[in-house]
């Protein structure tokens, strides 16, 4: 209905224009007369122009797929890094963002399987950021949860930035961008490639997986585990093969079972490091602080009474978390863990 008042509307407008020609005295077309019919026709021919290239008007879906694969490579080859000890393929694999509805939908509507896609992508960055504590405010957007994801170190700069050209894309899409099914195609399967770069125990999505047997893992909780604090001394918190508190809380640590003795030895390559973690009592004191001390050198070193004023000065002074643990060269987690202790916050 409204496309065909558009039509009348401009043939109306533009019969005036050829009586101008034939009656000039009785019918008189100026300047703003012409302004206002181009302007009431600009619907009739939107799809029209919506088609049309204009140089550097055009989103380029080709180049920013290219440059999101250099991105999504580079944070793959550091999530092997992580498995220095490990049998990556032994250990299974857990998928962040779950691409499957994404998939389905590809072949029916590509443009909705890309916002399917960015939806996931928001949801679990936003419920990581929650459920992590680490921002008040609410429903800020995904550039918001990303930089916060970043600032924090859970997510490396290249995987931060893979995802914002990702969401990006499936933005541009949404919004009338020209995208062929395979270009669409090729954005989902970077989505997929970049939950490679996510290494067992270095997921952001902290809901349980019930899956876990099937991935090939201890328990509902591995997939994330490496994120979550790692006390000094173990407490009621602490899992009792990885160390590190347990994002189940005290409800799943009073319950568990589990054992290093559960971890089936194929998860372990031949190196010297893997025949003591075999032998050991727990992974997170040997293979873990090796790792991570490599970016905190500090990390897991008690605290000194000389550090703990330091901090208590620095968190009054308003230094930001990132901030703290760059100072103290220790894990944003234990710098919150001791600002807790010190009673500076809950």
């Known amino acids: 209905m409204i496309k065909a008042m558009q039509i009348i509307v401009f043939t109306f407008g ?26 009431i026709s600009i619907p009739l021919f939107a799809n029209y122009l919506r088609r049309a290239k204009f140089p550097g008007a055009e989103f380029e879906f080709k180049e920013e797929i290219k440059e999101t694969r250099k991105l999504v490579e580079i944070s793959t080859e550091q999530a092997k890094s992580l498995y220095a000890s490990t049998n990556h393929e032994a250990a299974g694999k857990y998928e962040t963002f779950d ?84 270009e669409a195609r090729e954005i989902i399967k970077l989505a997929d490639e970049l939950n490679q770069s996510f290494a067992i125990g270095y997921s952001i999505d902290f809901s349980p997986n019930l899956d876990f047997e099937r991935h090939g893992l201890l328990c509902e909780w591995e997939h994330c585990i490496e994120h979550m604090p790692l006390e000094e001394e173990s407490t009621e918190l602490s899992c009792k093969v990885f160390g590190h508190n347990c994002p189940g809380g005290l409800n799943k640590t009073v319950v568990c079972k589990k054992e290093i003795s559960d971890i089936p030895r194929k998860r372990f390559v031949a190196t010297k490091l893997a025949k003591e973690l075999i032998k050991g009592k727990t992974i997170s004191k040997s293979y873990n602080m090796e790792s991570i001390r490599q970016r905190y050198p500090r990390a897991y070193e008690k605290w000194t009474d000389d550090e703990d004023i330091r901090l208590k000065d620095g968190y009054s002074e308003g230094l930001s978390m990132r901030r703290l643990s760059e100072v103290f060269q220790r894990q944003p987690s234990a710098v919150r863990s001791r600002l807790r202790k010190l009673g500076l916050v809950e």
Not at 127 to 142: C, Y
Request: a positive charge; one cysteine or more.
């Open 14 to 39: 533009l019969l005036l224009i050829v009586a101008r020609g034939f009656w000039p005295n009785i019918f008189t077309v100026d300047a703003f007369t012409i302004l206002i019919l181009f302007v």
């Open 99 to 182: 691409l499957e509805r994404a998939i389905e939908m590809l072949e029916q509507d590509h443009i909705l399987a890309l916002a399917g896609l960015r939806i996931e992508i928001e949801k679990k960055l936003r419920l990581a950021v929650e459920f992590l504590g680490l921002s008040s405010e609410q429903n800020k957007g995904i550039t918001h949860y990303l930089k916060v994801l970043r600032q924090y170190k859970y997510l490396s700069d290249e995987q931060a930035e893979a995802l914002s050209r990702i969401t990006r894309m499936c933005n541009k899409a949404v919004h009338g961008g020209r995208i062929t099914v395979q």
